[in-house]
Nanobody, 119 residues
Framework: QVQLVESGGGLVQAGGSLRLSCAAS????MGWFRQAPGTEREFVAA????????YYADSVKGRCTISRDNAKNTVYVQMNSLKPEDTAVYYC????????????????WGQGTQVTVSS
C-alpha cells in the first residue's frame, strides 16, 4: 500500500481558490475524491503515473487542475472559482492503475482534508 498525506484544506469564500497536496510514499497513479455530509464519495480528478493523462469530473471541469511533481511523489489539485457545493472532505487515492483510481477502487487512501466554502 501507498502511504498518503493530504494537506491544504481550509475555509475559503465562494469564488476563491485552494490548492490541495497529497504526498505519497511511492510513485503511483493518483486521484482526488470528495465526500460531503450525507452523500456518497464522489470522484474529482485523477492523474496517471507519468502525469501524461488526467481526467476530471464534470462538476469541476474547467475549475480544477490536477498535476504532479514526480521528484517529490506529490500530487496537487488546484481548485478555482470555488462554490459552497464544493464543501466536503477531500481524499487522496493511489493505485498502480489509473483506471482503478478513477473508478474509486484504489487500494490506498489518505485521511482526508476538509474544504469549506462559505457563501
Amino acid at each position: 500500500q501507498v502511504q498518503l498525506v493530504e494537506s491544504g484544506g481550509g475555509l475559503v469564500q465562494a469564488g476563491g481558490s485552494l490548492r490541495l497536496s497529497c504526498a505519497a510514499s511511492q510513485r503511483a497513479a493518483m486521484g482526488w475524491f470528495r465526500q460531503a455530509p450525507g452523500t456518497e464519495r464522489e470522484f474529482v480528478a485523477a492523474i496517471s503515473w507519468s502525469g501524461d493523462t488526467t481526467y476530471y469530473a464534470d462538476s469541476v471541469k474547467g475549475r480544477c487542475t490536477i498535476s504532479r511533481d514526480n521528484a517529490k511523489n506529490t500530487v496537487y489539485v488546484q481548485m478555482n472559482s470555488l462554490k459552497p457545493e464544493d464543501t466536503a472532505v477531500y481524499y487522496c487515492a493511489a493505485d498502480l492503475r489509473f483506471s482503478t483510481v478513477v473508478t474509486g477502487r484504489a487500494l490506498s487512501w489518505g485521511q482526508g482534508t476538509q474544504v469549506t466554502v462559505s457563501s
